[in-house]
């Protein structure tokens, strides 16, 4: 079953939760955690993913896990995926029916 409500991409989270309360200007995160600004304003705007290398700068400057990070940044993911129009996943079957049909 899909969750009805998108998640909150993680640069909503960034934005929101770190950036703004810490009064910190792109600039200085993106001295900070060594990801250029250009890189932050994308996965603030929603354009750019959370990646493994970035879940662990952005770990070790908030004092959080790269997980935190990359957990936000999956259910984003599966979330989409799960709504994507084009994914037709509708003829697919659990491969244990399969084999239930080929055993009968």
């Known amino acids: 079953m899909t969750k009805k409500r ?8 960034l934005e929101e939760h770190y950036i703004i309360p810490l009064d910190i ?3 200085q995160l993106s001295e900070a955690s060594a ?8 996965i603030i705007n929603e354009e750019a993913r959370i990646t493994a290398r970035i879940a662990v700068r952005f ?17 984003y993911d599966i979330w989409l995926a799960e709504h994507d129009k084009q994914l037709c996943i509708a003829h697919i079957r ?5 084999i239930a049909a080929c055993h009968h």
Do not use: C, D
């Open 6 to 13: 998108k998640p909150t991409h993680p640069g909503i989270i």
């Open 25 to 27: 200007s792109m600039t």
């Open 59 to 75: 770990a070790k400057v908030f004092e959080t896990t790269p997980e935190f990070w990359l957990n936000l940044q999956q259910k």
């Open 94 to 98: 659990p491969i244990s029916q399969m």
């Open 35 to 42: 990801i250029s600004r250009k890189t932050l304003y994308k």
